[in-house]
């Protein structure tokens, strides 16, 4: 049974929600209550809780010798996007223990994680990391937000839930570095296949169900709900030259334009890793334990042997006064994988003694292993928003109610996805894409640009360049433009960027955030490319039928965007550093490959029992979005592990 004080919880989570700032409108405060409630029933049935927050049932406190354990098979370290396929998949042997460790806690009674178009609620909540990367040296001097999900499910809990995987010649490419053709796109799509569960959908014929995943756990399609200036996108940006797409995440598709799929189920939720992989079935398994609130400070090694082996963790939790509680351990007899993703997987490594000596030494930090390609490496997608009053009325707006009509419209579209699961609430915000190349003659023609840039492709049918057509306008992020402003935006991402940055440890202290550097723009290839994606997104703009929608008596507004058509490059390579964001997608930090971090079978070099599965094994960026590559990452590697131990 749950008690009054729980339902008041839940109502007060969700009114946090759909308000972004206190309103007077008695009526609006009436009716967004009321349809809130309704909403609140959808997760007052959540069943109790399997995951384990008492550490005695899975681990012994340190005891002054230091040397207590519970004992596993496997330890994951990091129940993130990757860490809950590898806890489903490697409990499905029966006689292999697995012990899962989460710095955060579930998504699945979290409903900015739950409804589609509330993920920006997530940023700079109780549930992310709120990490800021180190100034910007080429973009301003200043310091960018990076949004990380502290909840298990990890990113797929907090991202905008597109399920587009990147080009095929991107992952010949990783197979090239990593020298293993199993990385290859003929051979690791299998693994894409295998997580899918694609729904098909009667208002999108084009796609063949016969390319894709069918019985996986990962539910993929189309969102309910279609805003009327995504269908308006995709044909202004067919007649602006860039070609229809079928479908994205096959061959006969990488580029061109269309509607996006996400990574929703049919009751119009979003799916994490944690709901597909972490089901009620899957937590009652007793050779499996997830740990939730307990952040590992350090992988445990046995170097008597001359090659250090994991051979545990250490872990604790941290009250909300900020106290940090007692250390436990857990024993791994057979492998520890460190799945942390970009960030906190490089600096787990360092803070147990593998890393670059020299930083290590730096802390005090006993070197285990001298490894200088821990932290290194470091890719993000950078984009720029630019911004366009839409003069029919239809964006997303409403969201921050500002009068009565807007809080009546917001009830109106609370009701229409709590009672049928429609409705602009359903939408992921990002709802259609164009990928380009930013040597694409038709687009770019040589009388009016020259062809000098680098081509930093995978290959000739990958593009570099993404817009994302957005329902809705910020300025970043979640910081929102005046209420009363109805505009929409085009993000311009910049998929393969030459800049490299680094991470490197702040302290020896593990709840310490790291210095991040992504470099951002370091590259006059990276302005340059980016310069061209402002250019075909303004293309765009003010084609047909996308010139119903834009405003263009807007011109002079402070936060639009319309004049940027009229500045010269220069002046656009100026906008371009000031305003470039994360698109939230760092990678590389524990790559493959020669002179990397670990093996093709993702084992950290010159260690034994030790290995890392998330984005910083990325040896490139793909060309798109990494979620579902970090998904069949972790499919592949526990076929693997499961091969190995058989």
């Not at 002054?64 to 990091?78: A, C, H, L, P, T």
């Not at 002046?571 to 524990?590: K, Q």
Request: proline share 6%; with cysteine; charged share 20%.
């Amino acid at each position: 049974m749950f008690r009054c004080t729980d339902v008041f919880a839940k109502l007060l989570g969700v009114l946090k929600v759909i308000q972004s700032r206190p309103t007077t409108l008695s009526l609006e405060a009436a009716a967004a209550s009321a349809v809130a409630f309704m909403i609140v029933l959808r997760y007052l049935t959540v069943k109790q809780s399997k995951l384990i927050t008492d550490y005695s049932k899975v681990a012994r406190k340190v005891a002054d010798d230091g040397v207590e354990f519970d004992e596993w098979d496997f330890i994951i370290v990091g129940g993130g996007t990757a860490g809950c396929v590898l806890a489903s998949r490697l409990s499905e042997d029966p006689n292999l223990r697995v012990l899962l460790i989460e710095a955060g806690g579930s998504s699945q009674d979290v409903a900015p994680s739950k409804i589609p178009v509330a993920f920006a609620k997530l940023m700079r909540s109780p549930w992310d990391y709120h990490l800021y990367t180190e100034p910007q040296k080429h973009a301003g001097n200043k310091k960018k937000f990076w949004p990380r999900a502290k909840l298990l499910g990890g990113c797929s809990a907090i991202n905008a839930m597109i399920a587009q995987y990147g080009a095929p010649s991107d992952f010949d490419e990783w197979a090239e570095i990593a020298g293993d053709q199993s990385w290859s796109w003929n051979n690791f799509s299998k693994y894409i296949r295998k997580f899918e569960k694609y729904n098909p959908d009667p208002r999108f014929p084009h796609v063949d169900p016969l390319l894709r995943g069918v019985d996986g756990p990962v539910e993929i399609g189309y969102s309910a709900h279609i805003w009327p200036g995504s269908k308006a996108f995709i044909d202004a940006s067919i007649n602006a030259g860039i070609p229809f797409s079928p479908d994205f995440c096959t061959t006969k598709g990488t580029k061109g334009t269309n509607k996006v799929m996400t990574y929703i189920n049919s009751k119009s939720t979003r799916v994490t890793t944690e709901s597909a992989y972490l089901t009620d079935g899957v937590l009652a398994r007793p050779n499996l334990k997830v740990v939730t609130h307990a952040r590992v400070s350090k992988v445990l090694f046995d170097t008597s042997s001359g090659i250090p082996r994991a051979t545990g963790v250490e872990f604790a939790s941290k009250t909300r006064t900020n106290k940090v509680g007692p250390k436990f351990r857990a024993r791994a007899t057979k492998e520890v994988i460190v799945s942390g993703g970009a960030i906190h997987s490089p600096q787990i490594l360092m803070l147990s003694g593998i890393g670059p000596a020299t930083q290590l030494s730096r802390h005090n930090i006993p070197v285990v292993l001298d490894a200088p390609s821990v932290g290194a490496n470091l890719m993000d997608h950078p984009s720029v928003n630019i911004r366009f009053r839409d003069k029919t009325g239809s964006t997303f707006h409403h969201f921050t109610p500002h009068s009565l009509n807007t809080a009546r419209l917001l009830v109106r579209d609370l009701l229409r996805y709590n009672l049928w699961g429609t409705g602009p609430l359903a939408s992921n915000v990002g709802e259609s894409v164009a990928f380009f190349r930013s040597d694409d003659q038709v687009l770019f023609p040589p009388a009016d640009y020259n062809n000098d840039l680098e081509d930093a492709n995978s290959g000739p049918d990958a593009p570099d360049l993404e817009v994302i057509m957005c329902a809705g306008a910020v300025h970043s992020h979640n910081i929102p433009l005046s209420p009363k402003l109805q505009a929409y935006q085009m993000m311009i991402v910049l998929l393969r960027p030459t800049s490299k940055g680094s991470l490197l440890l702040k302290s020896a202290d593990p709840w310490e955030h790291p210095l991040m550097d992504p470099s951002y723009l370091e590259t006059k290839h990276d302005v340059d490319v980016l310069i061209r994606g402002v250019r075909a997104a303004l293309k765009i703009a003010h084609t047909a039928p996308m010139t119903s929608l834009t405003d263009m008596d807007a011109s002079h507004h402070p936060e639009l965007d319309h004049h940027l058509s009229s500045l010269s490059d220069a002046e656009l390579a100026d906008v371009v550093r000031d305003r470039v964001e994360s698109v939230y997608h760092p990678i590389g930090t524990c790559s493959m490959g020669a002179g990397g971090v670990v093996d093709s079978e993702l084992r950290v070099k010159g260690t034994q029992g030790l290995r890392v599965c998330d984005a910083s094994v990325f040896p490139k960026l793909v060309s798109g979005h990494p979620a579902g590559a970090v998904i069949a990452t972790a499919e592949k590697l526990a076929d693997i592990i499961k091969a190995h131990y058989a």
